[in-house]
């Protein structure tokens, strides 16, 4: 199975963030723009402060009935997430996903975010090299 740093290589190190005085409603907005399902948080300096999901928005926002347009992403985003090196593999991240209940993981580099990975890549990349391990196969067979 591949590493952390197999799937950075295949989606590159793109980060969308927000800050930490932007409203809940704006980061949705980035959310639905960029199509991901979590920001990470960059303070003043541009270090990185934590990560705003749509479970933190779902659980932190709408059920305790605040309004998107006027919470600020630092009331509500998570400050200390669980994450990972580029060097883990993609099965300890599973298990750390499944048993934080959890859907993305930051991806840290000597002290430095160097990307954010989801449940979502970690899938695409395992079907992707299931496809390409049933393709070798099958030209191996037919002798092709």
Known sequence: MGTVRSILQAKGNSIFAVHPNDTVFSALEEMVEKNVGALVVLDETEHF????????????????????????????MTEHPVSVTPDNTLEECMSLMTTKY??????FEAGSLVGLI?????VKYIID????????????????
């Open 129 to 144: 090299e299931q496809k390409f391990i049933i393709e070798n196969l099958e030209h191996y067979i037919s002798g092709t």
């Open 118 to 122: 989801s449940i979502g890549d970690i």
């Open 102 to 107: 959890i859907r993305h993981l930051p991806v």
């Open 49 to 76: 402060a934590g990560i705003f999901t749509e479970r933190d928005y779902a659980r932190k926002v709408i059920l305790k009935g605040k309004a998107s347009k006027e919470t600020r992403i630092k009331e509500v």
